[in-house]
């Protein structure tokens, strides 16, 4: 069971970028992928983005295309989402979740290993 920590949410201003990290306690088989998900209040948690560690399978939500950028350094086992052209509408807490083997799936069942999540504050 891999460990996931994010990091680097805040407090921001429309149109303004900050940069999501997802620390793994350890980097599994590099077919597995790590997803981005976002749960506002009152919402379902909904997916944003994934990549596999071996670079591929990159996906995003339509809302975020254009926007955000998933990427990830292996030597650190750490994935990055950038947060770009931020809008009130991505205010929510990003939480990172593990999905392992050949799943394609991108519903919150197709992952597991959920880290406890950082908060993102869009201000208008």
């Known amino acids: 069971q891999v460990r996931l920590v994010e990091s680097g949410g805040g407090l921001v201003q429309a149109g303004g970028s900050l940069r999501l990290s997802c620390v793994a306690s350890?980097?599994?088989?590099?077919?597995?992928?790590i997803g981005w998900f976002r749960q506002a209040p009152g919402k379902e948690r909904e997916f944003v983005s994934a990549?596999?560690?071996?670079?591929?399978?990159?996906r995003y939500a339509d809302s975020v295309k254009g926007r955000f950028t998933i990427s990830r350094d292996n030597a650190k086992n750490t994935v990055y989402l950038q947060l770009n052209s931020l809008k009130p509408e991505d205010t929510a807490v990003y939480y990172c979740?593990?999905?392992?083997?050949?799943?394609?799936?991108?519903?919150?069942?197709?992952?597991?290993?959920w880290g406890q999540g950082t908060q993102v504050t869009v201000s208008s």
């Open positions: 979740a593990a999905s392992f083997g050949a799943r394609i799936g991108v519903t919150v069942g197709d992952f597991g290993s």
């Open positions: 990549i596999r560690w071996n670079g591929g399978s990159l």
């Open positions: 350890a980097r599994t088989f590099s077919s597995d992928r």
